[in-house]
């Protein structure tokens, strides 16, 4: 009771410099928060790393003539199959879109041994629980005369290279 | 002993004294053969301090606790031990790891026996800490004051999952291989932010030794660190929440001479300390239904960690643990499985990536979550399947059922290709 007393006359005596320790008091709670957010992006940024070791995600395949018409070749390194109908050359990837697994080529296209999705020769789903058609990579001709895929560039599928 | 002494002590009562009194420095205290000295066992040694003084007899009924999650302590515990062990012959490499157990099997004195209890209690405890859940849901001993302890218990359980997963990547078999992959592809479904939170679990755009080193320090370091101080704060809150929730008994009711006094929930303490601190002192007042810790619940414990380290050490024996082929990065086994625990969620995955791996479970996991905040009733605690908690007891149990089926179908009734066969 005497505690509530006092610190009320403390409060009516001292009622202009309250705020003000209130305000610094607040401030330095921003600024404490702020550090323990900043601490956290940092963290997430230094766990995302700005060099990877993987092999490069743009490749040669080799020269044209490598790939009569009529191939389907799935280069299992670089998980793309290499396709050629004439003269357009196309480069699938056989990464499953479901969860990761590596498709197999099967005579109707594409299967996947991990949840059993299927798709067609495009890579177009017909079966499973794949959700997204098999992505077509970016193929072009490099000034040595040999094929490139590049895995970072997306086209729309069916969308050939003609060589 | 104690008596005060003003004369200098000679040499000679030194040399004669010289044993015991290094051991009553260690122990301030003797085998204890009152009940003054049992309290004092709880008090002054460090390793005990954990333990209440006195405990509810009720709290005792093996029927009640069934032991499960001291179970789950003794299994973690076992795996620290182990996993320190296996860790002098592990290496984090992708071109070594599985190399390395293949050392553990054939060179390393003793190297297959941890590999096992390393395993086989991983797998114990994974089932120990989901039954040890299902227990608390069926008695009821998550409703106030014991909201938040059920809460740290969810998280605790998915930690022990966690570790779990990043433990059997670790053998660079194929299994571990096909495990990152699915299981880092499912995290890649999360809306928004999926794809950084792929990339940052891989490290890396594909499957490599990136990852396996970032699930290494996860699994030795990061989880056990957040396991052992979650399990900390869990023990604690049992004894700030008023001990374990227990059974009543007809003798707990007050005889009629007797003076009632008011015993806040929550706040209950016993013996010395809630004598100095705790604003009820019940002495003499409320008949006394609890045992001293020494030796009641110390035998208990110790019961319930020779059967554990019993079981752990005879499977190890009878049953070696799994190792696949060496990772085939071009060729998933088919079908390609993962644990029995996990079998139930891929099954689900085998449906829809999104909501099989990441809609239901979230669900799931926001009820688990939010289950004592919903849940309020009072009634029925204490009490296995106590008649007031149909309705949630029944909702529960169809959970737990559903998943131990779809657990049950992943298993034994998936073939190659995931197509559906039948093991008869």
Redesign the interface.
Known sequence: MPLAVESRKVKATAEGQMPRRRLLAWLSSVGLFGSAVLAVISDLVFFKPRVTYSPSARFGIGKPDDFPPGTRIAREVDRVCIVRDGNRMAAISTTCTHLGCIVSISDTGFACPCHGSHYDQDGTVTGGPAPKPLPWFKVSLAPNGELEVDKNSQIEPGTYFTV | MNTPTTKETSLRTAVREFPSNVWSSIFRHPLPSNDLERSQTSFTNFFLHLHPVKVHRNTLRPIYTMGLGLMSLFLFLILVVTGILLMFYYVPSTTQAYDRMLDLRGTVAFGLFLRNMHRWSAHGMVALVFLHMCRVFFTGAYKKPREFNWVLGVVLLLVTLFLSFTGYLLPWDQLAF?AI??G???AGYAPLVGGQIK??LL????V???ALLRFYVLHVAVLPAVMVLLVAVHFWRIRKDGGLSRPETASAKADAGVVQIRIEPGKRTFGLQGFVRGPFTKIGNVPDDTVYSWPHLLVAELFVFVLTVSVILLVSLAFHAPLEQPVN????P???KAPWYFLGLQEM??????WG?IGVPTVMVVLLFLTPYIDRGQKGVGRWFARERLLANTIFLSLVILNVIFIIIGTFFRG????FVSPF
Request: hydrophobic share 35%; glycine share 10%; aromatic share 16%.
């Open positions: 096909w992959t699915v880092t592809s499912i990339f940052l490290g890396d755009t594909t490599g030794q990136e990065v071009m060729h998933p088919n079908p390609a995955v085998s449906y829809s990536a999104f791996g190659p290709n995931w197509t």
